[in-house]
């Protein structure tokens, strides 16, 4: 589910394998079985300021309620999003879930006494993603922690500028995501930060968007599932 907090720029969120005994095979390897939760997602770009609240113990389709806005104040773009992610909502929020595109020659660039740090080239995952054909221009940072094995961050950017389509040029690309301990300790994405700058048909566009999940409510004898 974590593809569905991208924005409809992208509509892909990044899951991330690496030699067995590093900081980043410890926090890939972390328990990631938990309960579910309840929680919000706030939404905010040019176009839009929003907030959604998700409980994926609902059956598929009822599990996403919007807050704000009204929906007589929806775009044809925000009711896109709402869309799909009502459709892809299953309460997977969780970093470790960036292990697959991570390579297994990710190289440890920096370490703290409580971080390490790594840059990597993104690989495609086992499920089609709509950034598969951009990973190629991409190059990746990922930060763990070393005491209580986790995932802390995750960067990708390209560069150089690339051409995704003939039509279209990406001149920067980046793309962050902040995660947060849950109350069960692991750690699940928190913020999302987006900045694209390119020109498409001859125009120039600038977009950038910011996503918070917070107020994470375990809910009642939703088990120890890998939710």
Not at 91 to 115: K, R, Y
Not at 145 to 163: C, G, N, Q, T, Y
């Amino acid at each position: 589910m974590r593809h569905a907090y991208l924005p409809l720029a992208l509509l892909a969120l990044l899951p991330f394998h690496a030699a067995a005994g590093t900081p980043l095979q410890d926090a890939l390897a972390a328990r990631a079985d938990g309960p579910l939760y309840m929680f919000d997602v706030i939404i905010q770009n040019s176009d839009t300021d929003a907030m959604l609240r998700v409980d994926p113990s609902r059956p598929e389709g009822e599990r996403l309620t919007v807050i704000s806005p009204p929906e007589k104040d929806w775009t044809d773009d925000f009711r896109k999003l709402v869309d799909k992610m009502d459709a892809d909502t299953d309460g997977d929020i969780w970093c470790q879930g960036f292990g697959e595109n991570i390579p297994d020659d990710a190289a440890l660039v920096s370490e703290t006494p409580t971080t390490a740090t790594y840059t990597f080239k993104p690989q495609k995952g086992a499920k089609p993603d709509d950034l598969d054909d951009v990973y190629k221009y991409l190059t990746g940072k990922v930060v763990v922690a070393k005491d209580d094995p986790a995932i802390l961050s995750v960067e990708m950017v390209s560069e150089k500028p690339f051409r995704p389509l003939p039509v279209a040029k990406i001149k920067t690309f980046k793309l962050n995501f902040d995660c947060s301990r849950a109350p069960d300790g692991r750690t699940h994405i928190a913020r999302i930060n987006v900045d694209i700058n390119g020109s498409a048909m001859m125009k120039d566009f600038s977009e950038s968007e910011r996503q918070t999940i917070t107020n994470l409510k375990p809910l009642p004898e939703s088990g120890m599932g890998t939710k």
